[in-house]
């Protein structure tokens, strides 16, 4: 039987609610990035919408799982039945693996794509990355593990591109953005540490929070830069 | 060196060269501020009256160009996709 739930029982909801803020910031990010393309017409901000939409995707499927999952358990639990309680949980497992496999796909996807706005990849490069992802997040006994390493590696490449921008530009928003894909990544580390105990799953939750707001305040202050700019 | 302006950057650097002229500019200032040829800000000018995002006035002899509202609020939605673009890199 897989591990159904990584959270602790007095966190329940917590993530969804983290997950939610989550969503609102990158697709906040998203439709203004899709709404500056009519302006500008440079297939980027198409790029950085669609790897947005495709993370907040990858938030919502983890929502519904883990809702699911809570809902079921909870409502058995005051049930009492046994055998109803363990039909659902087997019924949970298939909805746990299809739902976090989307997830994890969507996830990847999403980082990948926003990675290789940075760096252009040649389509042979896409397909093999692509298939990797797939393997990846399929086939593997140890999916969760290398899932969140793989997540980790492409968010900390992700955060390295952005302070080479910020070497280049000096703009205090590009290091800010920087830094809050640096707080998302080492989110992941927690994500790995959970088999230790279920309170980093708590901590990981807190710290992708705190990653995500700051992208928010990132993306605030782009906002408020550029009509401080139409003041001058 | 900077590369060549899209249009778009050429429409940006007309409306901030009115609104920087407290928001009406003569027909000649705007060609030599915004950098254009003849033709060029004419065709560019046509445009951005078509928009309504800028309007032709007669004061006695002279003619000017005024920055409506529309243009001031599409000169400010320009510049926050500027910003956008460099913090983001794209």
């Not at chain 1, 693996?97 to 994890?104: E, K, L, P």
């Not at chain 1, 591109?161 to 205090?172: A, E, G, H």
């Not at chain 1, 640096?182 to 994500?191: K, N, R, T, Y």
Request: one cysteine or more; hydrophobic letters at 45%; charged letters at 20%.
């Amino acid at each position: 039987m897989v591990q159904v739930i990584y959270s602790p029982k007095w966190f329940y909801g917590g993530d969804i609610i983290i997950d939610l803020v989550s969503i609102f910031v990158l697709l906040s990010i998203a439709l203004f990035s899709l709404r500056s393309y009519k302006i500008r017409k440079n297939r980027n901000y198409i790029y950085l919408a669609v790897s947005f939409i495709v993370l907040a995707g990858s938030f919502l499927f983890r929502i519904l799982t883990n809702f699911t999952v809570y809902y079921n358990i909870l409502e058995t639990r005051d049930l009492g039945f046994v055998n109803l309680t363990y039909q659902t949980i087997k019924a949970s497992d298939a909805l746990f693996i299809v739902g976090f496999f989307v997830y994890r796909l969507l996830n990847l996807l999403g980082l990948y794509m926003l990675y290789s706005i940075y760096n252009k990849q040649p389509k042979s490069n896409i397909f093999l990355i692509v298939y990797l992802i797939f393997v990846s997040t399929t086939f593997n006994k140890l999916t969760y593990h290398v899932f969140h390493l793989t997540s980790f590696t492409l968010l900390a490449l992700i955060t390295r591109q952005y302070f080479k921008n910020y070497s280049k530009n000096r703009k205090k928003v590009t290091k800010f953005i920087g830094y809050s894909f640096g707080v998302v990544a080492s989110s992941e580390i927690f994500f790995e540490l959970v088999t230790v105990t279920t309170r980093f799953y708590v901590v990981a939750e807190i710290v992708q929070l705190i990653g995500y707001t700051l992208l928010l305040g990132a993306f605030f202050m782009v906002l408020r830069y550029g009509r401080e700019k139409d003041k001058d | 060196m900077e590369g060549k302006r899209t249009r778009i950057d050429i429409i940006g650097d007309m409306l901030s060269s009115i609104l920087d002229k407290g928001g009406e500019i003569k027909p000649t200032h705007l060609m030599y501020k915004s950098n254009m040829s003849h033709t060029q800000m004419k065709l560019y000018l046509e445009d951005l009256i078509a928009k309504e995002f800028v309007r032709k006035i007669r004061k006695g002899n002279y003619e000017y160009i005024t920055i409506s509202d529309k243009g001031c609020s599409f000169l400010q939605k320009l510049k926050e996709v500027k910003e956008f673009e460099e913090a983001f890199g794209l």
